[in-house]
């Protein structure tokens, strides 16, 4: 295993940077910070690779020997590399209404872990990950007053209630990619998705006589489901040694299994008021991607995704009163929509196949964007949108197969229009890819 005491070495030193960051269960509660977070499953993430994240988050067909984009087990069967990648992301959120409120949140969270090896290079390989699924983090603060008793006297006393949530799910992901021929590869994954979405209700009194308490509504879910790709390769389609690429995926629906509850916070002390135990379907999500490379300096994108949660059913309680939660998800599977993503982007690396070139020659220049059509409807009327711009860099090191990505983005989702608000976000995210050949003999001189 030629260099494996210095890949050991570095992902140390990564696993170190790593945790400094954020923990998961730190990220549940410093998440995005968006209100919208607060319905369906919450904010839905998906990461891919380092590189296609600066090129408009998708890359369903692109092709490459450093990253192992995570969207299409297809394209894990080009390995060469044993190939450890981990991924954190700090990003900042303003938010406005209608009425001229705004507010802020900064936050941090590990993106990504993945780890993959080929069995046989450039043919079948062996993909692993585990990244966060959706998150929930909010927080909203109404101040009121009612007349109660305090003392044997009554009086008009102040209060604050807070609304907030956290959570999120998680997906831990296992799959091969195999080519059958020198055009066709395809994929296939078993994903399992597991966590805790849950929000509460914190009262808090001005008169210390008062007790103050909150009230968390939460589910626990847990089920399995599956990704199938595809990737077609074409040589010399436009040009002579051009490559254009097909690839496409589809993770089937998920039906996750689990048990909500309601709990009483009082004085320090946790009370379980009710458990139910119930089902949610997810739907399925269907993506395709289209990759073209004219020469070794160019790769241009475009990509889209679908996924219906108009079909997102629930058998857990719509009611609620002072023991039973109240109906997951909030708002009903009425305030879920269709959702759509179209993305496009190019990197372009100056030096292309020459290795002898300046060091930022050979560095990965990257930009592009994408619009999304959300897919939480909070009044059941509105239709809401994402639109945002990303970039970054990816820079060479002394090992081969290592490189180390800085990427940026910035946007905006939601309106201002009935009494909605509109987020605006800029985040960026450091990824550190290493690879190195592992398990191969040396051969006899």
């Not at 907030?164 to 399992?192: E, F, I, K, P, Q």
């Not at 857990?316 to 109906?327: D, L």
């Not at 909070?378 to 990303?390: K, M, S, V």
């Not at 970039?391 to 060479?396: M, N, Q, R």
């Amino acid at each position: 295993m030629p260099g494996f005491s210095r890949l050991l070495f570095l992902g140390t030193c990564a696993g170190v940077i790593l945790l400094a960051a954020p923990s998961p269960a730190q990220a549940q509660s410093n998440g995005e910070g968006t209100i919208y977070s607060r319905f369906g499953m919450g904010s839905l993430l998906e990461f891919s690779s380092s590189q296609s994240d600066a090129m408009g988050g998708g890359g369903y067909a692109l092709r490459s020997l450093n990253y192992n984009p995570d969207a299409n087990p297809a394209l894990w069967s080009d390995q060469v590399f044993t190939r450890l990648s981990g991924s954190a992301a700090y990003r900042s959120t303003s938010v406005e209404d209608d009425q001229g409120n705004s507010g802020r949140l900064s936050s941090g969270n590990v993106q990504a872990l993945q780890f993959n090896f080929p069995l046989y290079e450039r043919s079948l390989g062996v993909g692993i990950s585990f990244q966060p699924y959706s998150r929930s983090n909010y927080s909203r603060t109404e101040s009121d007053s009612e007349d109660v008793s305090v003392s044997g006297e009554r009086s008009e006393v102040p209060f604050e209630t807070e609304f907030s949530g956290s959570g999120g799910l998680h997906r831990l992901r296992g799959g091969l990619g195999y080519r059958v021929n020198d055009m066709l590869s395809v994929g296939a994954t078993a994903d399992l998705l597991f966590g805790t979405l849950e929000r509460r209700r914190r009262t808090t009194w001005a008169a210390p006589q008062l007790r103050n308490t909150i009230v968390s509504d939460g589910v626990q879910l847990s089920g399995l489901t599956s990704t199938l790709g595809g990737h077609l390769a074409l040589a010399d389609v436009f040009a002579e040694d051009d490559a254009f690429s097909i690839g496409a995926s589809v993770t089937l629906p998920a039906n996750l299994s689990g048990e909500q509850y309601r709990t009483l916070d009082e004085d320090l002390a946790r009370d379980t008021l009710s458990t139910e135990r119930g089902d949610v379907t997810l739907p399925w999500k269907g993506r395709l991607g289209l990759s073209y490379q004219p020469n070794a300096r160019w790769t241009v994108v475009l990509d889209g995704a679908f996924e219906p949660w108009s079909t997102f059913s629930s058998d857990f309680s719509t009611g609620a009163s002072e023991t039973v939660p109240s109906r997951f998800p909030a708002g009903g599977p009425g305030t879920l929509a269709d959702r759509w993503r179209l993305s496009t982007g190019a990197e372009v690396v100056p030096a292309g196949d020459d290795q002898l070139a300046g060091y930022f020659a050979q560095a990965a220049y990257r930009f592009g964007g994408y619009a999304e059509r959300m897919y939480v409807r909070p009044d059941q009327e509105t239709t809401l949108y994402e639109f945002a711009l990303t970039a970054g860099i990816s820079l060479p090191t002394s090992l081969s197969g290592t490189r180390i990505d800085l990427n940026t983005t910035a946007g905006t989702r939601g309106t201002t229009t009935n009494s909605l608000v509109r987020d605006r976000f800029f985040g960026v995210s450091l990824h550190v890819n290493f690879g190195e050949r592992w398990f191969q003999r040396r051969k006899l001189r």
